[in-house]
């Protein structure tokens, strides 16, 4: 099987201007293709260090994939190193001049002679059309490795993967990917994912964590050849084991399946934030089509908007505080009331790093979820930083949403 490498390359990605997530998404991708990533190797822009990082990365793999540095400037130095690299000249491409000439006349603009420098090639070498961008892509074979430079711009970098490679990484496999399923799971930790898991028989599946707050996705991946039925059977155990927290297999994130279920419901959600400020309605506002379910959202920080918007009493805040339950649970109903929505959901918290105090630490945030049978309520500690806070009360929010849905 084939053995991947990436180079990164770009000094913005070594003074930490940059993060380097372009050698995350192509690992995933590779991993999801059932293809080892071997190594990373991120080189700044001077041509002893892409020379250093081709050798160091076509040692150990057969395919390098290569992001970055095929800009017109002079810090673009890719095809220059990788041509010193292979032993070859430089040599301007007809056939990358022409896909340049043709991006520019198709967007009106007119080249610099900086821009003829994307056509310049590693003599040998054989240029992937970028219909994304203006920079050609180009591959070429040298010390038993097949190197494929695209450019370093997510988006043109992404569709170039997709068009030229990912078909390469499947055909070293006799054309058939393996089977990849993401249980997507929401406030439950990953090591308490791991521990529900242990014992559970995955049925020769591979097992794959991945964060990202605030939710833990779980991915299985089967081998090709493996059925559908088996591979079903082994979701079922997994999802049975984890319990609690799975809010969908396969499926989207976690918004738009709550507008998905929103939506088949015929119903409606409204959401009065405090400490969130906004993050929940951004997020359900974010899927298209929210227009279906999501009646309002009020930002109401302070105790006097708390009272004129959503009708918390001031005897409720000046008995319990404004981060409580008393007041979480008349921020869900007053805000479900003033909108006639089906449900209405109120936070309020304390997303620090100050205000704490010994009773209501840093973090300490209480959800309401109203509906038209009851409220519910829960108060969480959640760690981390007022971001991190911020989106974990946002995403548990719409667990709890989930959850009163059935
Ligand atoms: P361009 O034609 O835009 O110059 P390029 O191939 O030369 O393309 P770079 O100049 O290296 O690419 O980077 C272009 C943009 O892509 C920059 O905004 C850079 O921050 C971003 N970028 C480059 N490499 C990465 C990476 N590994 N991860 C994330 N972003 C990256
Ligand atoms: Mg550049």
Same mark, same amino acid.
């Given at each position: &099987? ?8 770009? +000094? +913005?990605?070594?003074?930490?201007e940059t993060v380097d997530t ?106 992937? +059309? ?40 499947l055909g070293s496999q006799g ?70 927290? =799975? ?21 409606? =959600? ?132 989930? +959850? &009163?849905?059935?």
């Amino acid at each position: &099987m084939t053995r991947v490498a990436i180079i990164s390359q770009g +000094e +913005e990605l070594l003074t930490g201007e940059t993060v380097d997530t372009n050698s995350a998404w192509l690992a995933e991708q590779c991993w999801a293709l059932g293809v080892p990533v071997v190594r990373m190797v991120t080189a700044g822009d001077a041509r002893a260090e892409i020379v250093w990082a081709l050798e160091a990365t076509a040692s150990v793999a057969g395919l390098v994939i290569c992001t970055g540095g095929l800009g017109p400037t002079n810090d673009d130095l890719t095809v220059e190193s990788v041509a010193a690299w292979a032993g070859v000249s430089v040599v301007q491409d007809s056939t990358a001049l022409a896909q340049v000439v043709a991006r520019f006349a198709a967007r009106s603009r007119s080249m610099s002679p900086a821009n003829t420098k994307q056509a310049n090639m590693p003599t040998g070498a054989e240029v992937l +059309e970028n219909r994304w961008g203006t920079a050609p892509g180009f591959s070429i074979t040298h010390s038993g490795a097949y190197v494929i430079c695209v450019p370093g711009v997510p988006t043109e970098m992404r569709h170039m993967f997709h068009a030229h490679i990912a078909p390469l990484l499947l055909g070293s496999q006799g054309g058939d990917a393996p089977h990849l399923h993401r249980i997507r799971t929401i406030g439950v930790g990953e090591s308490r994912l791991q521990d529900r898991l242990n014992g559970v028989d995955l049925g020769g599946a591979e097992l794959g964590f991945r964060a990202h707050l605030p939710e833990v996705q779980v991915k299985l991946r089967f081998a090709a050849d493996v059925h559908q039925s088996h591979r079903e059977a082994v979701v079922a155990a997994v999802v049975a084991a984890i319990g609690r927290g =799975v809010y969908t297999v396969d499926g989207g994130d976690l918004p738009t399946e709550v507008g998905l279920r929103l939506t088949a419901a015929h119903a409606t =959600v409204a959401v009065a934030e405090s400490c969130t400020a906004g993050t929940l309605t951004a997020w359900l506002g974010g899927v298209p089509g929210a227009s279906r379910y999501l009646i309002e959202g009020a930002v109401v920080y302070a105790n006097a908007a708390k009272i004129r918007s959503c009708g918390v009493s001031e005897a409720a805040i000046t008995q319990h505080g404004a981060v409580s339950e008393a007041v979480a649970r008349q921020l869900a109903e007053g805000i479900r009331g003033r909108a006639g929505s089906t449900y209405g959901i109120g936070i309020t918290g304390i997303a620090g790093p100050d205000g704490g105090t010994p009773e209501k630490p840093v973090g300490t945030v209480h959800i309401a979820v109203a509906g038209p049978a009851r409220t519910d309520h829960h108060r969480f500690g959640f760690p981390g930083t007022r971001s991190q806070i911020t989106q974990r009360a946002a995403g548990l929010a719409l667990s709890m949403l989930l +959850e &009163m849905m059935g």
